[in-house]
């Protein structure tokens, strides 16, 4: 079966690579590029063999009509009145998006579960759920998880777009962790924690309310969670390479046999944030739409950690280039 999909926003930086990843994932699809100005698709149209169409977030249903059906809108691009949400939706389209943060998605999450008519993939996660899914994989061979401290390191050259610059005054706000059990909204500036890279310089980092948050507190019940980041020289830069968008995941707890355990992944992606959060869209794309062999989610509200396998989700990753280690960290805190 063939699918049409409709990446709004699409020939932004995040957006440009969510329509490269998919065309080379060598799917049957058909790709339509929708955005207020037109003309700046034409290239990226043609690399991709995609269709162009104007489409305003303020008249979305509009943008949507002139495409004709689509069978999923992603949305790469601001929308903090949910309106491409809704006409999306309203179009009778699945939906992915991936701005929202702990503090804003639950008018989206109302919005979907009310007009939702085929799934309506909320990943406002870090990189567009892959926080999400390394830290799952890491906590298998946990019997119990106390701790999970998750800092991005944002490399100032490692370029961004609009969506994302527009979306930086939401980094900076009071941030949702997780501290001894309990729902704790924090102030930035005084919880800076400073990240030990083992031989890499250290990093200074501050906490960020993002969804991987409240997601992981649900699949490990740890104690504590935090998510942090900050700005530095990244693994790719230091290699003398191109910046890269590098996310440690640090896990403490105990095995089977009740001894403590601490492990440290790293996730790097040698051609940055952008890649890497495009290539999180595409994996919720394909399971969304069933084109990793499995059926379709059910209609509704849906988060990549409940119907996507965080292992199928990291060798997705490998296969663009990602790279992803762990190792052993000491057992307790310095």
Same mark, same amino acid.
């Given at each position: 079966?063939?699918?049409?999909?409709?990446v709004?926003?699409?020939?932004?930086?995040?957006?440009?690579?969510?329509?490269?990843?998919l065309?080379?994932?060598?799917?049957?699809?058909?790709? /339509?590029?929708g955005?207020r100005?037109? &003309?700046? !698709? $034409?290239? =990226? #149209?043609?690399?991709?063999?995609? +269709? /162009?169409?104007?489409?305003?977030?303020? &008249?979305? !249903? $509009?943008? =949507? #009509?002139?495409a004709?059906?689509? +069978?999923?809108?992603?949305?790469?691009?601001? &929308?903090p009145?949910?309106?491409?949400l809704?006409?999306?939706?309203?179009?009778g389209?699945?939906?992915?998006?991936?701005?929202?943060?702990a503090?804003?998605?639950g008018r989206?999450?109302?919005?979907?579960?009310?007009?939702?008519?085929?799934?309506?993939?909320?990943?406002?996660?870090w990189?567009?759920?892959?926080?999400?899914?390394?830290?799952?994989?890491?906590?298998?061979?946990?019997a119990?998880?106390?701790?999970?401290?998750?800092?991005?390191?944002?490399?100032?050259?490692?370029?961004?777009?609009?969506?994302?610059?527009?979306d930086?005054?939401?980094?900076?706000?009071?941030?949702?962790?997780?501290?001894?059990?309990?729902?704790?909204?924090?102030?930035?500036?005084?919880?800076?924690?400073?990240?030990?890279?083992?031989?890499?310089?250290?990093?200074?980092?501050?906490p960020?309310?993002?969804?991987?948050?409240?997601?992981?507190?649900?699949?490990?019940?740890?104690?504590?969670?935090?998510?942090?980041?900050?700005?530095g020289?990244?693994?790719?830069?230091?290699?003398?390479?191109?910046p890269?968008?590098?996310?440690?995941?640090d896990?403490?707890?105990s095995?089977?046999?009740g001894?403590?355990?601490?492990r440290?992944?790293?996730?790097?992606?040698?051609?940055?944030?952008?890649?890497?959060?495009?290539?999180?869209?595409?994996?919720?794309?394909?399971?969304?739409?069933?084109?990793?062999?499995?059926?379709?989610?059910?209609?509704?509200v849906?988060?990549?950690?409940?119907?996507?396998?965080?292992?199928h989700?990291?060798?997705r990753?490998?296969?663009?280039?990602?790279?992803?280690?762990?190792?052993?960290?000491?057992a307790?805190?310095a």
């Open positions: 079966m063939k699918h049409r999909v409709l709004a926003g699409g020939y932004g930086l995040v957006g440009g690579w969510i329509v490269r990843h065309r080379a994932a060598s799917h049957d699809i058909d790709l /339509v590029i955005g100005r037109p &003309d700046n !698709a $034409t290239a =990226l #149209a043609k690399e991709c063999d995609a +269709d /162009v169409v104007q489409l305003d977030s303020d &008249d979305a !249903a $509009t943008g =949507l #009509a002139a004709g059906p689509v +069978d999923l809108v992603i949305a790469a691009l601001q &929308d009145d949910d309106k491409v809704r006409a999306s939706l309203r179009a389209a699945a939906y992915i998006g991936i701005v929202r943060k503090d804003t998605v989206t999450a109302m919005a979907a579960a009310g007009l939702a008519r085929r799934p309506a993939l909320i990943m406002g996660h990189q567009a759920g892959v926080t999400t899914f390394a830290a799952l994989v890491a906590a298998r061979p946990f119990h998880v106390d701790q999970i401290a998750l800092a991005a390191l944002f490399d100032t050259a490692d370029p961004i777009g609009p969506m994302t610059s527009s930086s005054s939401a980094f900076f706000t009071r941030a949702l962790t997780r501290r001894g059990g309990h729902w704790a909204e924090i102030e930035q500036s005084e919880n800076v924690r400073t990240v030990d890279r083992g031989g890499p310089p250290a990093f200074a980092a501050q960020m309310g993002v969804l991987d948050v409240p997601a992981l507190v649900t699949a490990t019940d740890a104690a504590d969670i935090r998510f942090d980041i900050g700005m020289d990244s693994l790719g830069t230091l290699a003398g390479s191109a890269s968008h590098d996310i440690y995941i896990l403490r707890g095995d089977h046999d001894t403590s355990m601490a440290r992944t790293v996730v790097s992606d040698p051609r940055g944030q952008a890649h890497l959060t495009a290539l999180g869209v595409l994996i919720g794309a394909e399971r969304v739409l069933g084109l990793d062999g499995a059926a379709p989610p059910r209609a509704g849906v988060f990549p950690e409940a119907v996507i396998d965080p292992a989700a990291l060798d990753l490998r296969m663009f280039g990602v790279a992803i280690t762990t190792s052993s960290l000491p307790t805190n």
